[in-house]
């Protein structure tokens, strides 16, 4: 099943999802796993919520 979900709580999205993607302005800045996305500090100060 594919769902989107439209979020920046990371808390929430990585228990909901298996996969990532960060747009930005109509373009995907970053895509991958919610591990991968999660050990990414810089991303996340960036785009997210924790």
């Known amino acids: 099943?594919?769902?989107?979900?439209a979020d920046q709580n990371l808390k929430f999205?990585?228990?909901?999802?298996?996969?990532g993607y960060i747009i930005e302005k109509g373009q995907i800045m970053h895509?991958?796993?919610?591990?991968?996305?999660?050990?990414?500090?810089?991303l996340i100060k960036k785009y997210l919520v924790l």
């Open 1 to 5: 099943m594919t769902l989107l979900l």
């Open 13 to 19: 999205c990585r228990k909901v999802c298996d996969r």
């Open 31 to 42: 895509q991958g796993d919610m591990e991968e996305i999660w050990q990414d500090e810089a």
